[in-house]
């Protein structure tokens, strides 16, 4: 897999789909001026915010997400304590993921 680079979105709200998530996480690159990350899957997912690593296995430290559900993470202001990546990845078997940034 490789990282799906989001970073020079400039455009709000962006909406981004990834068919065929599996089970390992899938890297997103965030951009600098987003405020709001919404995440979800068709099938039960994970988001992953803390050892982002496209292509690893799932960290213990993980946010489960239910089927046709989305959680949504306010991003700060500027670069103090933001993430710049997050990963997502199917529970099971593949997912398509949905990712949504709004400013």
């Given at each position: 897999?490789?990282?799906?680079d989001?970073s020079i979105?400039?455009e709000?709200?962006?909406v981004?789909?990834t068919?065929s998530?599996?089970?390992?996480q899938?890297?997103y690159?965030?951009?600098?001026?987003?405020r709001k990350l919404?995440?979800?899957g068709?099938?039960?997912?994970y988001?992953?915010?803390s050892?982002v690593?496209?292509?690893?296995?799932?960290p213990?430290d993980?946010?489960?997400i239910?089927?046709?559900?989305?959680?949504?993470?306010?991003?700060?202001?500027?670069n103090?304590?933001?993430?710049t990546?997050?990963a997502?990845?199917?529970?099971?078997a593949?997912?398509?993921?949905?990712?949504?940034?709004e400013?």
């Amino acid at each position: 897999m490789a990282i799906i680079d989001l970073s020079i979105t400039n455009e709000y709200p962006s909406v981004t789909t990834t068919a065929s998530v599996p089970t390992t996480q899938q890297a997103y690159s965030l951009p600098s001026n987003a405020r709001k990350l919404t995440v979800g899957g068709i099938a039960a997912s994970y988001l992953i915010v803390s050892g982002v690593s496209d292509g690893a296995a799932v960290p213990t430290d993980k946010i489960s997400i239910p089927a046709n559900q989305l959680i949504e993470l306010e991003l700060p202001a500027g670069n103090q304590q933001r993430i710049t990546t997050f990963a997502a990845a199917a529970q099971a078997a593949t997912t398509t993921i949905t990712v949504i940034l709004e400013a």
